[in-house]
């Protein structure tokens, strides 16, 4: 069977450092943090006061007042930025078969506010059990593709995907085989989170996975640095879609490029830290790379998961080596979680447009917030530190990789 060519012709991103893909992307070649004080709820009795949240954000802006109240925060962000994508590809005004076209989303927690407001009530209350009749609706993860099909007549296939921080990537992957299997002509991709409340920040500062930095959070994600102390929380949305080649010309679409392979692999070693060699990230970019049938000399950037972990770090980097060899040191390699925070089941979507942008535009953004090298990194690595680069982007990879020992990595390529 003769495997489909599959295209990115639009992309919505809704991050904590810009409400759209041009601010996004001017933002991180800037270098700008997202990260400030909560303003959502008063963290200060928790331990990490800040995070990486939206700003000037009003859903009502986007969606009547009425209809936002029947969703959870992740899946307005994911209407809202899906909104975006499927605008900028103009892939409703060509009268599309809809039967044709699906919509594959990731998230890795769904509607976690919800469920905090729910309970709370509850609990809070005289005992008799009364719950909003949206509550269930409002707080499954799957909703948000719901959503979005139900808005935009979608019928093709239709699901999230769940694995943790590794979420979006593994919906892209799918969108792109469903693609290329002619299952579909195209899919609205990507993820949304919205995890900025009092469950995920005492959850996370629980695990000791936060950073604690609140006397600096513009500079407290610092992936790569010797004194990093953990991530950023962040949340937001990234949207791609994701088309067959000829159904893209056929229409006249603007190409972005083109999705050359994925990969996915499992540590199979710890709860919630990856395997200290590194040896699932390693597993889940060969597979990538064999997918996409690239060598590794043929990758010009890598868009690494790097939230700030002392452990998450260095195993990635180790992995990368391996994969790499001495091509390592001609690699750019970059964590934009340094500036968005990390967006959990989000992460993997606004990350992968950061890849595609760098292909588009022939620049790598950069990791912000190096101060000091760590002993444990090769210093010969290029880690793109506190200032973007110029340099000829052919081909990017983005990993994702997620707590339960789930990884991911999608190749995204100049299409030609």
């Known amino acids: 069977m003769q495997l489909k060519r599959v295209v990115i012709t639009g992309l919505g991103a809704l991050t904590p450092i810009g409400n759209d893909v041009n601010s996004y992307w001017d933002a991180l070649i800037a270098g700008k943090s997202g990260a400030a004080q909560i303003k959502q709820f008063d963290a200060d009795l928790f331990k990490t006061h800040f995070a990486c ?204 490029a083109e999705v050359a392979g994925g990969g996915m692999s499992g540590d199979a070693y710890h709860m919630t830290a990856p395997h200290p060699e590194g040896i699932g990230a390693r597993n889940t970019m060969i597979a990538a790379l064999e997918d996409a049938e690239l060598n590794p000399s043929d990758v010009d950037y890598v868009n690494v998961h790097g939230t700030s972990t002392p452990l998450g770090d260095i195993a990635e980097v180790k992995a990368i080596e391996t994969v790499f060899g001495d091509h390592a040191l001609q690699l750019n390699i970059s964590s934009t979680k340094s500036m968005t925070g990390h967006l959990l089941g989000a992460a993997g979507a606004i990350e992968a447009i950061a890849c595609v942008l760098s292909v588009k535009h022939d620049l790598v953004p950069p990791t912000i917030n190096h101060f000091t090298d760590d002993p444990a990194l090769n210093p010969k690595l290029n880690f793109t530190f506190n200032k973007f680069q110029k340099r000829v982007v052919n081909v990017a990879m983005s990993n994702t990789f997620g707590f339960g020992g789930h990884n991911t990595s999608v190749i995204v390529k100049k299409y030609h």
């Not at 007042?65 to 969703?71: N, T, V």
């Not at 640095?225 to 949305?237: C, I, K, S």
Request: with cysteine.
């Open 53 to 256: 949240e939206l700003k000037d954000f009003n859903i009502e802006d986007h969606l009547d007042r009425k209809e936002a109240r029947k969703l959870d925060q992740f899946s307005q962000y994911a209407l809202v930025s899906a909104t975006q994508a499927i605008e900028d590809a103009k892939l409703m005004e060509s009268n599309p078969n809809c039967d044709r076209i699906g919509v594959v989303w990731g998230s890795g927690v769904g509607g976690l506010k919800t469920f905090q407001d729910e309970a709370q009530n509850f609990f809070e209350g005289d005992g008799t059990p009364r719950f909003n009749p949206f509550f269930i609706p409002k707080m499954i993860a799957d909703i948000a593709s719901g959503h979005i099909s139900i808005k935009y007549g979608l019928r093709g296939p239709n699901y999230v995907t769940v694995s943790a921080c590794a979420s979006a990537t593994n919906a892209i992957i799918d969108a792109f085989n469903l693609i290329r299997l002619g299952k579909a002509d195209a899919i609205v991709t990507g993820g949304s989170e919205a995890a900025v409340n009092q469950m995920g920040m005492g959850g996370f500062n629980a695990l000791k996975a936060l950073s604690t930095r609140n006397d600096s959070p513009e500079t407290a994600s610092r992936p790569f640095d010797l004194d990093r102390d953990g991530f950023v929380l962040g949340e937001g949305a990234g949207a791609l879609i994701l088309e067959e080649l000829e159904h893209a010309l056929k229409r006249g679409a603007k190409i972005y």
